[in-house]
């Protein structure tokens, strides 16, 4: 069965710091890694979502990566900002049409 | 498009009322899932519909839960009766594409007491 783990649960920042967000997963064989952004009270918004062939994906001040052999993925945010303050979740498809979710990092940033 | 439709935001009730969340996806995408949230658990896939057909309801956590999609563009998840340890929040999410493929959308959430 899929574990997907996220460190660390949370992070507080002073505004302009880069950071990165880990990710792991236990099985190796995934379709594709999405990072997710949950604000408070509200549902999820798709960031990145990485192809199982695929190394990394950008999208402005995010990056993220994909290790497939080592279960790994990292979201890079460069200079962060008070906006960025959010739970951020890592998932993955790994079989079926069924997405496995980590516990998420929650973020804050401090101005 | 509008996204995600959930109704209600958020419902109160009391133990052994039936409870009816709903859904309207995203049109044009054709699968929905059903999730739920809890600051134990986290964020569970409870069943997903493919076209309109269940494939997976094995995260439904026993009998008192059923959900339905009569059509492409509505599925109801149903509690009878509820109980305390059902209140979460219930998440919605469609997305296009076959397996593996394509972006779930979230719905905003039903938040869920049940006293």
């Known amino acids: 069965k899929q574990e997907v783990t996220q460190i660390p649960a949370a992070l507080s920042v002073p505004e302009g710091e880069n950071l990165v967000l880990n990710c792991s997963f236990t099985d190796s064989a995934i379709y594709n890694l999405q990072w997710f952004r949950q604000d408070p009270g509200k549902g999820l918004t798709s960031l990145l979502l990485?192809?199982?062939?695929?190394r990394e994906q950008t999208s402005g001040r995010l990056n993220a990566s994909l290790d497939k052999s080592s279960g790994r993925s990292t979201l890079y945010i460069a200079a962060s900002q008070p906006g960025d303050s959010a739970t951020y979740l890592c998932?993955?498809?790994?079989?079926?049409?069924?997405?496995?979710f980590g516990g998420g990092t929650r973020l804050m940033v401090k101005p | 498009d509008a996204g995600v439709i959930q109704s209600p935001r958020h419902e109160v009730t009391e133990m052994g009322q039936e409870v009816t969340l709903r859904c309207k996806p995203i049109?044009?995408?054709?699968?929905l899932f059903w999730y739920r949230q809890t600051m134990m658990r986290g964020l569970e896939l409870l069943i997903y519909f493919n076209n309109n057909v269940p494939i997976d309801d094995s995260g439904m956590p026993e009998d008192r839960f059923s959900a339905k999609m009569p059509n492409a563009s509505f599925s109801t998840l149903k509690i009878q009766p509820s109980e305390p340890r059902d209140s979460a929040v219930y998440f919605c999410a469609s997305k296009q594409g076959g397996q593996g493929l394509g972006t779930q959308y979230f719905g905003p959430g039903t938040r869920l007491l049940v006293l």
């Open positions: 049109s044009g995408h054709n699968s």
């Open positions: 990485i192809q199982s062939s695929q």
């Open positions: 998932a993955v498809y790994s079989g079926g049409n069924m997405l496995t």
